[in-house]
């Protein structure tokens, strides 16, 4: 029997977009990372304030409402006899998530998958509560499998290909007279343009994804702060980049960071990732071995 891994998935607070998408792959990220196999199902429920406070006082004795309540069925690591492990109920309450979005700066949907791995890593047995060690290690799984999750929570489509365009206008290229404009995302939502640069010493040429990432670092940002980068090209197919773009892009940006790459009318799209075109990567770790 293949794996499979149930979302029993309810919202009472009739939310206008249908998060169910994003529940299944934090679920299925969630199990991989952890290195579970056989078929699990879970329950995630979204309710209001009033339901989440009574529930935790009822079994926390804590009388207000709160982001996220677990209730696992039995430790997660006992093999079942049944062919789907049932491992218990999540419930999440919305407008605390939004509130805490807001709190922290972050996209709403990320506050829901973040609080749906905290919910998660609890019913497999991580606490936070028991002592500092513990905690250090569920923060440090959760923000793990929080940032190779592969949602991008922060890349507006809409206006990345707007930003495209312009970048691209800004292109010298007197040589090659193919045109190439990037962005770069980052994490406070801030779109950081590039475009190819050229030279009559061809060696001194610089691509457009570079330029982009080298502003984004001159800027003062770093590898964890980049969220995605684009790129599109005068070319009617898609153009991928160069070699060593994909080489500085391995070190410079989160290998499960999104890329989105456009031919020059924006008909045609790769959506990869950083690691998806540079596999094998040469890294510091290959210089010290």
């Not at 973040?114 to 019913?123: E, N, R, S, V």
């Not at 290690?137 to 922060?154: H, K």
């Not at 969220?227 to 005068?234: A, F, K």
């Not at 989160?254 to 008909?267: F, G, K, M, W």
């Amino acid at each position: 029997m293949a794996d499979t891994h149930v979302l029993d998935y309810l919202d009472k607070t009739r939310q206008r977009k249908n998060f169910l998408p994003l529940f299944q792959t934090v679920f299925d990220h969630v199990l991989k990372v952890l290195g579970k196999t056989g078929s699990y199902e879970v329950s995630l429920t979204l309710v209001g304030d009033e339901e989440i406070q009574r529930l935790n006082r009822e079994y926390r004795k804590i009388d207000r409402p709160t982001d996220v309540l677990t209730f696992a069925y039995r430790e997660a690591d006992l093999v079942p006899d049944e062919p789907v492990f049932d491992l218990g109920s999540i419930l999440i309450d919305p407008a605390v998530a939004r509130k805490q979005a807001k709190e922290f700066h972050h996209p709403y949907p990320r506050e829901l998958a973040f609080l749906f791995i905290h919910g998660l890593l609890h019913i497999f047995g991580y606490d936070h509560h028991s002592g500092q060690k513990d905690a250090e290690i569920m923060f440090a799984l959760q923000n793990r499998i929080l940032d190779t999750l592969p949602v991008d929570f922060y890349t507006n489509q809409k206006k990345m290909k707007k930003l495209l365009l312009e970048a691209q206008s800004h292109s010298y290229s007197p040589y090659s007279h193919f045109r190439v404009g990037a962005v770069v995302v980052t994490k406070d939502g801030k779109y950081h343009l590039g475009f190819n640069i050229e030279n009559s010493a061809y060696g001194c040429c610089i691509c457009a994804e570079r330029c982009a990432l080298f502003r984004t670092y001159a800027e003062g940002y770093h590898r964890e702060d980049i969220v995605s980068l684009g790129c599109i090209t005068d070319a009617s197919t898609v153009g991928t980049p160069c070699g060593s773009c994909r080489q500085v892009m391995s070190e410079l940006m989160p290998l499960s960071a999104p890329v989105y790459i456009y031919n020059n009318d924006e008909t045609k799209h790769l959506f990869s990732t950083v690691e998806g075109l540079l596999p094998y990567t040469f890294t510091q770790k290959d210089l010290e071995s």
